[in-house]
């Protein structure tokens, strides 16, 4: 494998759609650092004449040419051609701003280049973006059209493995269709290897290559520190031990509510509370939020105060938590599999990648804390008018209270429990492996949830 290759990812189609449309916007890429945002763009750069990449991070001086009071694209266009001997002809180049957040001024040129140069393809992304938008309120609504990138999910990891016919028929099983019991084993044989390599692309990518479970460990050490060492950047507004400190317990509280007293052992909880907001403006810790749920949308009724905090990407969870990977793979426990939330954290990322790229989808979960009779469902997804509630269990039928008690009181008629089981059905549950979670989300209206 070259160390160029590219994986094809989700996203591609979108993008292939945008570059097509005949009144296409200013396009802005966004999503954590090291999640395969410019190689997409360079993949998509394959369709175009001509293709001209803008580092602002890297590239110091060309910032100047936003920099002089005027933000006419025009001129400004000219510049970067005549800088680096590429044309920028509209409809024949892509141009692509890549750590647009090193340079303000920029991310302020976006609205005006829709309006004067419509026809013009330009891409904008950047890591940390989020706290750049933040200080241009006005930056360009209705002139720029937004796209949000994850890591890898599972469906990915296997197309990259080359598991295309398995993954064929893990889209087409269900309920009512469930795999042959030794195709199944293979999927969940595979699903262990990436919740320990998980879905960042240098990990995917070095794993495809060498099936070195251990070198990937490396990989994943050297993403842990990069992606800790962004934590400076913004320490202006939040002090740098104090986020590391949040970061950590994000890490070990993965499996109940987030508490903010356990979080940091000399901070209030409004400091907890702003470190905690920089780390999922970042992208690095996803928040799963406490609904009631009594219709829709399920935001309409969230108790912020009751949250869970799942970090971005199931390999550095597994890494930075130092879980043991022998266990993994030799014990068929569910237990074994979940240590920390393991596998909590991976369908609930799993619904977030699969969800539409147009707009960053929330995650939510329903809990009932009473005497003698608490319940929760781990992850509720709205579909059309309905809701799907899941919940991630190993046991039988017995093991389903929860869900059941939810079902009832919110008369719904159709839940999920997804676990290392193959696909089944259980009267009004249907039973997903965790590896075919994603079923749920891109087959759900064909199914009638």
């Known amino acids: 494998m070259s160390r160029n290759r590219y994986f094809s990812r989700k996203i591609d189609a979108d993008l292939q759609a945008w570059s097509k449309a005949e009144d296409h916007k200013?396009?802005?890429?966004?999503?954590?650092?090291?999640?395969?945002?410019?190689?997409?763009?360079?993949?998509?750069?394959?369709?175009?004449?001509?293709?001209?990449?803008?580092?602002?991070?890297?590239?110091?001086?060309?910032?100047?040419?936003?920099?002089?009071?005027?933000?006419?694209?025009?001129?400004?266009?000219?510049?970067?051609?005549?800088?680096?001997?590429?044309?920028?002809?509209?409809?024949?180049?892509?141009?692509f701003f890549d750590e647009i957040q090193a340079c303000i001024p920029a991310i302020s040129s976006l609205r005006y280049f829709y309006e004067k140069m419509p026809d013009l393809h330009l891409v904008a992304a950047g890591s940390?973006?989020?706290?750049a938008l933040e200080e241009i309120p006005s930056y360009g609504v209705g002139r720029?059209?937004?796209?949000?990138?994850?890591?890898?999910?599972?469906?990915?990891?296997?197309?990259?493995?080359?598991?295309?016919l398995l993954l064929d028929a893990i889209r087409k099983a269900g309920a009512g269709n469930p795999l042959h019991e030794v195709i199944h084993?293979?999927?969940?044989?595979?699903?262990?290897?990436?919740?320990?390599v998980g879905g960042m692309p240098e990990a995917v990518s070095g794993y495809v290559k060498t099936g070195d479970l251990l070198q990937t460990q490396t990989i994943l050490s050297s993403l842990t520190v990069s992606l800790k060492n962004d934590f400076a950047k913004y320490r202006k507004r939040v002090p740098l031990t104090r986020l590391n400190e949040i970061f950590e317990s994000v890490v070990r509280q993965a499996e109940g509510k987030f508490v903010y007293e356990k979080a940091a052992v000399q901070a209030s909880n409004a400091q907890v509370k702003q470190a905690l907001e920089m780390l999922v403006m970042s992208g690095l810790v996803i928040p799963v939020t406490h609904t009631a749920a009594n219709g829709i949308p399920l935001g309409a009724e969230i108790n912020p105060?009751?949250?869970?905090?799942?970090?971005?990407?199931?390999?550095?969870?597994?890494?930075?938590?130092?879980l043991d990977m022998s266990q993994i793979f030799i014990s068929n426990d569910f237990k074994t599999v979940n240590r920390g939330a393991h596998a909590e954290?991976?369908?609930?990322?799993?619904?977030?990648?699969?969800?539409?790229?147009?707009?960053?989808?929330?995650?939510?979960?329903?809990?009932?804390?009473?005497?003698?009779?608490?319940?929760?469902?781990?992850?509720?997804?709205?579909?059309?008018?309905?809701?799907?509630?899941?919940?991630?269990?190993?046991?039988?039928?017995?093991?389903?209270?929860?869900?059941?008690?939810?079902?009832?009181?919110?008369?719904?008629?159709?839940?999920?429990?997804?676990?290392?089981?193959?696909?089944?059905?259980?009267?009004?549950?249907?039973?997903?492996?965790?590896?075919?979670?994603?079923?749920?989300?891109?087959?759900?209206?064909?199914?009638?949830?």
């Not at 940390?128 to 706290?131: G, P």
């Not at 084993?185 to 320990?196: G, P, Q, S, T």
């Not at 105060?305 to 130092?322: E, S």
């Open 305 to 322: 105060k009751f949250q869970r905090m799942f970090l971005l990407d199931t390999g550095l969870f597994q890494h930075i938590l130092g």
């Open 26 to 95: 200013v396009l802005l890429l966004r999503g954590t650092r090291q999640v395969g945002k410019s190689a997409a763009i360079r993949q998509l750069a394959k369709n175009f004449e001509y293709f001209l990449e803008i580092d602002f991070e890297a590239e110091r001086e060309t910032r100047r040419f936003f920099e002089g009071g005027s933000l006419s694209p025009q001129p400004i266009v000219e510049q970067l051609s005549i800088k680096y001997g590429v044309p920028v002809i509209p409809g024949r180049t892509l141009l």
């Open 345 to 449: 954290i991976f369908v609930g990322l799993e619904l977030l990648k699969n969800s539409s790229c147009y707009s960053p989808a929330s995650l939510y979960y329903w809990h009932r804390e009473k005497p003698q009779s608490s319940a929760q469902v781990d992850f509720l997804v709205q579909k059309g008018e309905k809701i799907i509630p899941i919940e991630v269990k190993a046991g039988t039928q017995g093991a389903m209270q929860s869900l059941r008690r939810f079902m009832k009181e919110k008369n719904i008629t159709k839940g999920i429990r997804t676990s290392l089981e193959n696909f089944a059905h259980y009267e009004d549950i249907d039973v997903y492996p965790m590896y075919a979670i994603s079923n749920l989300i891109l087959n759900a209206v064909k199914m009638n949830y």
């Open 144 to 164: 720029i059209t937004s796209m949000f990138m994850y890591p890898f999910s599972f469906y990915e990891f296997l197309n990259a493995m080359g598991e295309n």
């Open 185 to 196: 084993n293979k999927a969940v044989e595979l699903l262990k290897r990436f919740l320990v």
């Open 128 to 131: 940390l973006l989020e706290f």
